[in-house]
């Protein structure tokens, strides 16, 4: 079992920066890849980012090069640094863990809001 708290979201003015970090505990031996999804107001929840145990990364392309992902393994967290925010990212943002035995696990969620 793996259990997951996310922390930094908050209100930010459009081309505003916002971090947010997530923290495992439990079975963290388990952990194959760690990321971030978010859903928006009305929509299905989306793929933001996600970072493998071999550092291969993935981005949606609407965040790419303004939104970075990082792992810090020895302290089992991963980072999504978001820069030039737009009011398109508004959304409640879910950190994600994926097992090497492919199983999900999801945060609580943190609520980033982004105004115009």
């Known amino acids: 079992q793996l259990q997951l708290v996310e922390s930094g979201g908050g209100l930010v003015q459009a081309g505003g920066s916002l971090r947010l970090s997530c923290v495992a505990s439990g079975s963290t031996f388990s952990i194959n890849a760690m990321g971030w999804y978010r859903q928006a107001p009305g929509k299905q929840r989306e793929l933001v980012a996600t970072?493998?145990?071999?550092?291969?990364?993935t981005y949606a392309d609407s965040v790419k090069g303004r939104f970075t992902i990082s792992r810090d393994n020895a302290k089992n967290t991963v980072y999504l640094q978001m820069n030039s925010l737009k009011f398109e990212d508004t959304a409640v943002y879910y950190c994600?863990?994926?097992?090497?035995?492919?199983?999900?696990?999801w945060g609580q969620g943190t609520l980033v809001t982004v105004s115009s």
């Open positions: 994600d863990v994926e097992t090497w035995a492919r199983t999900n696990y």
């Open positions: 970072k493998t145990n071999g550092g291969s990364t």
